[in-house]
């Protein structure tokens, strides 16, 4: 989790940072990344695979979480591959100095142009349904080198998390079904056009319980069994991600370490019982990785209290800077940056500006009389937020900057209103209307 400090009176203090004077600085809303708390989660990653698993390991980012140029850049100098879904998150891994072969494409609906871009810079591409074979058979020039590829299929493994962030069910739009590995395995027995490198299953998000990781494990093992007796030398088993974390005190999700130890003890024991050389064991953490590495810094504005029911209190941002607790009733912490201990007056609603009555950022919340003005924090936002971002009301993104030994660095710019009208056309005839 994230370290914070308080100064001499009290005031929060991130990554050496006073927030009400990056609010300051800055402008609010804006996310405020912490370079330590990513680094470390990081590095408990590394460490957990190195020493909890006999065999080779990498560990992939999965840059849906967050995903920016600085992102890519961080995770690399540690050590991670990353995982991208689009033109988009690829290029902003490119452009951030990850080498194309530590980069994975993901996604069930890939352009020829995603394929393309992918191929062109030697990412591995997880082929996700029959339609990428076939796209790729015909982009791939003949006697040119073959793409690297590896399949993904559902694993048939229920979890209990929110209906919207499960993919490990049989009824998911993800991967290919289990029935129909073996056949796709046996057409690309021999193709021309890609070299099968690995497996891949995903099982969900913000999964607290460790069995169906278990469980995953062995079905994967089961998998990794049959792709080489037909005849491929698949090296990588790639478990996806899913670790979830903490954003309220009970939530209760094992350590970045436990969870390793348990995935990468199920791998060798699966494998070993069905005497398989240990594959090079990939996991693929988005949340885990940077959600408690993140806030976001907004600043009060008005109250309305309707007697006897409830009193909202209205921040400068909202559901366009976090769609979570609109789209999965997200469950959020948030306190005042410079008062963190003060005991609370009165519970609240935190809402923020949108025009929607369910912009609602916290339900419930505990806080001393809040003026406007004053700077409020909502913890764990690192993970979904700025990436799920959007302009609803014409509002412009945040800003985001990352934090570490009292120094703060822009690492993405705030939006200006004009920005939104950047891709806006106005029609000649509308213009001679005047
Ligand atoms: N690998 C694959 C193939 C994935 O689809 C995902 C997440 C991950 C890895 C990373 O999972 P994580 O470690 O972050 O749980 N927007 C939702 C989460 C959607 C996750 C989609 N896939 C949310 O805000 O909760």
Redesign the pocket.
């Known amino acids: 989790p994230i370290t914070t400090e308080l100064d001499a009176q009290s005031r929060l203090i991130v990554g050496g940072c006073q927030l009400s004077k990056l609010a300051e600085c800055y402008g609010t809303p804006l996310y405020v990344l912490d370079e330590a708390t990513l680094r470390a989660a990081c590095q408990s990653y590394r460490g957990a695979l190195q020493r909890h698993y006999p065999g080779p390991s990498l560990p992939i980012y ?1 840059s ?2 967050n995903s920016s140029l600085m992102m890519s850049s961080l995770v690399a100098s540690e050590g991670f591959g990353l ?1 991208v ?1 689009s033109a988009g998150e690829l290029l902003t891994a490119l452009k951030g100095g990850v080498p194309g072969d530590c980069i994975v494409l ?1 996604g069930n609906n890939k352009s020829d142009q995603e394929l393309l871009l992918a191929y062109r810079n030697g990412v591995t591409i997880v082929a996700d349904n029959q339609h990428d074979l076939d796209r790729l058979s015909q982009l791939v020039p003949v006697g040119a080198d073959p793409a690297n590829l590896m399949l ?1 299929f559902t694993p048939g493994i229920e979890c209990h998390t ?1 209906e ?2 499960r ?1 490990g069910h049989l009824d998911s739009k ?1 991967g290919f079904d289990p029935d129909q590995l073996e056949s796709v395995l046996n057409q690309l027995l021999g193709c021309r056009w890609a070299r099968l490198t690995g497996l ?1 299953a ?1 099982i ?4 607290f319980e460790l069995e169906p990781h278990q469980d995953l494990a062995d079905v994967m093992a089961g998998a990794l069994q049959l792709a080489r007796r037909l005849g491929h030398p698949v090296m990588d088993l790639n478990v ?5 974390v903490r954003y309220v005190s009970s939530d209760d999700p094992p350590s970045i370490d436990n969870w390793v130890k348990v995935v990468a003890e199920a791998v060798n024991q699966a494998c070993r019982s069905r005497n398989l050389d240990l594959p090079r064991l990939m996991c ?6 940077v959600a408690a590495a993140g806030v976001t810094l907004y600043r009060v504005g008005s109250r309305k209290t309707i007697p006897g029911l409830r009193t909202y209190l209205s921040v400068d941002g909202g559901m366009s800077d976090n769609p ?1 607790p609109i ?2 009733q ?1 469950l959020y912490t948030a306190c005042l940056a410079d008062r963190p201990l003060d005991s609370p007056d009165e519970t609240i609603t935190l809402v923020g500006k949108h025009c929607e009555s369910g912009d609602v950022l916290l339900k419930d919340l505990a806080l001393p009389y809040a003026s406007s003005g004053e700077v409020l924090v909502v913890f764990a936002t690192g ?2 937020n700025v990436s ?1 971002s959007s302009n609803y009301n014409r509002i412009p993104r945040p800003a985001a900057v990352l934090v570490h030994s009292g120094h703060s660095e822009l690492v993405q710019r705030r939006e200006q209103p004009e920005d939104l009208l950047r891709y806006d056309v106005m029609p000649e005839r509308f213009v001679a209307l005047g």
């Open positions: 999965a849906k979480a995982d879904v993901h993904r929110h919207y962030i993919t993800f891949h995903h969900g998000s913000q999964i996806g991600g899913g670790l979830g693929e953490p988005g949340r885990s990785l979570r789209t999965y997200s993970a979904y799920m």
